[in-house]
Every structure is written in structure tokens, then in C-alpha cells.
């Protein structure tokens, strides 16, 4: 008797202490999760020491999907993650620019329950990290409202001559429809015209990032291109699929020295050459990379985007049947279709794929369209309709 009620006397005290540590540590969660509070501050701005920044970086990375891959030896990556440490690693390398990650990851819970933040957010200046916050996305009545608050709480403003870049890494963005684009929220849908008023919202005034790079599957098509050109200079995308294989930030680093003694468009165009460079190396499917000079385009777009946007209406059509019987193409390769402004303001750099029936296809428009897929249809697509609108629309 004695030896259990010494026993139970040493037990309690140790008992207590871990029930005592066991509620401490809940109601800190539940306060983390509540959706009432305040965005969670992580780790407190750098004291002083600061200098003028002269480039401005504004990176979001979608992780809230199918990003997982595998390299040539059977590796397992997170295209998201992969994503995230290059942009970290450009923030550290650029002493005169302030640099804006975004990392939007899934949703998960705490013992099955409690909702926890599923947003990252890392504000590195002067090449050093100066705040972290988790975030919530799912009170976002549109695509990046909170993104654009913590944007505008934390940025040194748009100075005359500074720089701006937006960056996106993701899967395609829808040209309709758009429901299920991030898994955790599949009611929520994102569509490229809701995307580009997103991008837009970080610009305070009527200004335009000087470029706006587009890591995604098929960002060249002229729907695409026109909605983003409303907060752009200059668009980097890949027309064809990327397959994960996300443009490279390493040109990024020392923006300082990259844009020494040469324009915008210029560093946008080294950028996507070296981009493209280093996809060529890395796979065997089709690689292209695209530059859109956006004030140069509308000559194209204005004479096209009619048509195009009639293709998309029997795209919506043809999707609710099967997406099996359509598929994107060089916007080149529909007959009737092919305009003298085409190529104006476009720089491509293409390399067919080493496989299949488009390895023999040597060049591209740098525009991306949709078609009936032969062998669903079983005949070749019919395009005559829309000639009559491209010589109403077009006008030389």
C-alpha cells in the first residue's frame, strides 16, 4: 500500500506537467487557427541597414496540386518545392532588389480538426531575408487578395526606373471553366482573366510590371496573352507543355549585372534563351519558350482574338462531350487562319520534340490554339468558318 501511494505521489506531479503542457500547447494552435486573428508573424524584419532597392520580384508558387515527379534515376521531386528553393536562392543573390514569395500550399489540420495556415509567405531586401508569415487562402473572395495585402504592407514602392518582375510557377491556368485548379478548394475556380486582374492588383497605380514570366503549361495562346498584356510589358511563357520542368530562375541572380547597359526587353530575351537552353538538356518532349512584346502583339490579337474566342465557345462544347476530342496546336497549323501580323512582337526559341509525329515540325508561331483532334473525330478539323471572320476582322 505504501509503495503504490509513494508511487502515485511521484506520478502525479509528472502527470500534471504534461496534461499542463498538453493544453498550453493546444490553446496556442487554437489560437493559430482561428480565422479571426491576424496573419501569424514568423520572424521580425532585419534592423536597418537597408539601401534602395532598383528591381522589385514578385514570385507565387502553386503547390496546392499534382506537382510531384520523377528526374531520369527514379528521384522523387515537388515541383513546388523545387520551385521555392530557386526563388529563395535568387532573393539571397540580388543585394539591390526586394523579392516576394509566395508559396501557396495545400491545406492540412491539426489532429484531423483544426485548419492550419496554408499559404507561406518570405519577404527577402538587400539579399537578405527580412520576413515569414503563414497565411490564410481560404477567406480569398479572388485570386491573390491576400497575396497582394502582404504585398503592399511590405513593399519599398514602385521608385522611378525600378524594375518589376511577377513570376508564376503552376499548372496550366484555365481559359474557362477553371473549378478545381487548387485541390484543396475545388468549388474556387481560377481562370486566366481572374488571374490577370490578380497580377494586376499588385500594381497600386496604372503601372505594368516590366515583365511578367508565365512557368506554366500552354501560356502562349492569345487569350492568355491579351489578358495579361493589361499588367505587362513583356510576357515570357512557354506556348506547349512544360511538364513540370519550370523556366529557370538562374539568370535571375545578380539582376544588377544582367541588366547592365542593355533594355528590358533585351534581359528578357537572354532570359528566355538560357531558360530554353536549359530545357533542351533536360527533356526530350517539346521545348519552346516565347517572348511577347505586348504593345506589339495587338495588331495580331486585335485582328484575331474574335475568332479565337469563338474557337473557345465550340472548345467549352466539345470539353462537355469528351476532352478527349480536342486538343491545343500551333495556332500556324489551322488552315485560313495564318496572319501577316502573326510573328510581329514575338521572339520564339523551339525545338521539336526527339519522338513522335511532331518530331519533324521545325519551327512555331509562338501561339498556341485549339482543334478537333483527328482521331476522335475521324476526319480532319474543319476551319473554313472561321476565314470569313479572320479577313472581317483582320485589316492590314
Not at 506531479?13 to 491576424?38: D, F, I, K, N, Q
Not at 502562349?220 to 510589358?233: E, S
Request: glycine residues 8%; hydrophobic residues 35%; proline residues 5%.
Amino acid at each position: 500500500m505504501l509503495n503504490l501511494q509513494d508511487g502515485s505521489v511521484h506520478a502525479n506531479p509528472y502527470r500534471m506537467l504534461w496534461v499542463g503542457v498538453g493544453c498550453a500547447t493546444l490553446t496556442v494552435l487554437l489560437c493559430s487557427c482561428s480565422a479571426e486573428l491576424p496573419v501569424l508573424r514568423e520572424a521580425q524584419q532585419a534592423d536597418g541597414g537597408e539601401q534602395a532597392t532598383q528591381y522589385s520580384i514578385v514570385c507565387v508558387i502553386h503547390g496546392d496540386g499534382d506537382y510531384l515527379y520523377h528526374d531520369s534515376s527514379g528521384n522523387e521531386y515537388n515541383a513546388d518545392e523545387v520551385a521555392l528553393a530557386e526563388a529563395q536562392r535568387v532573393a539571397l543573390r540580388n543585394p539591390h532588389a526586394e523579392v516576394f514569395i509566395f508559396h501557396q500550399r495545400p491545406r492540412s489540420h491539426f489532429l484531423f480538426f483544426f485548419p492550419l495556415r496554408d499559404g507561406t509567405f518570405y519577404y527577402y531586401r538587400n539579399g537578405r531575408p527580412n520576413a515569414e508569415e503563414l497565411y490564410w487562402r481560404d477567406q480569398e473572395q479572388a485570386p491573390f487578395d491576400t497575396e497582394v495585402g502582404l504585398y503592399r504592407r511590405f513593399s519599398a514602392g514602385n521608385q522611378p526606373g525600378k524594375v518589376s518582375l511577377f513570376l508564376y510557377f503552376g499548372h496550366e491556368i484555365p481559359e474557362f471553366d477553371g473549378a478545381g485548379y487548387d485541390a484543396s478548394y475545388p468549388d474556387r475556380p481560377l481562370t486566366v482573366q481572374g488571374f490577370a486582374r490578380g497580377v494586376g492588383g499588385f500594381r497600386d497605380d496604372s503601372s505594368k510590371f516590366d515583365i511578367v514570366v508565365l512557368s506554366t503549361c500552354f501560356g502562349g495562346t492569345p487569350y492568355t496573352i491579351g489578358a495579361l498584356g493589361t499588367a505587362a510589358r513583356y510576357i515570357v511563357a512557354s506556348p506547349d507543355n512544360l511538364h513540370l520542368s519550370y523556366l529557370d530562375l538562374r539568370s535571375l541572380e545578380r539582376m544588377d549585372l544582367g541588366f547592365r547597359d542593355v533594355d528590358v526587353h533585351t534581359f528578357a530575351r537572354r532570359y528566355a534563351r538560357l531558360a530554353f537552353d536549359i530545357l533542351k538538356g533536360q527533356i526530350l518532349t517539346t521545348v519552346s519558350v516565347a517572348v511577347y512584346d505586348v504593345d506589339r502583339v495587338q495588331k495580331f490579337l486585335r485582328a484575331f482574338l474574335s475568332v479565337y474566342e469563338y474557337t473557345l465557345n465550340s472548345v467549352k462544347s466539345a470539353r462537355q462531350a469528351s476532352m478527349a476530342a480536342i486538343e491545343h496546336c500551333d495556332c500556324a497549323d489551322l488552315p485560313s487562319v495564318v496572319l501577316p501580323a502573326m510573328s510581329d512582337g514575338v521572339d520564339v526559341f523551339y525545338r521539336p520534340p526527339r519522338f513522335g509525329r511532331a518530331k519533324e515540325k521545325q519551327h512555331h508561331s509562338g501561339w498556341e490554339c485549339w482543334r478537333e483532334r483527328d482521331p476522335i473525330i475521324g476526319r480532319k478539323p474543319q476551319f473554313d468558318e472561321f476565314k470569313g471572320a479572320v479577313e472581317t476582322f483582320y485589316r492590314p
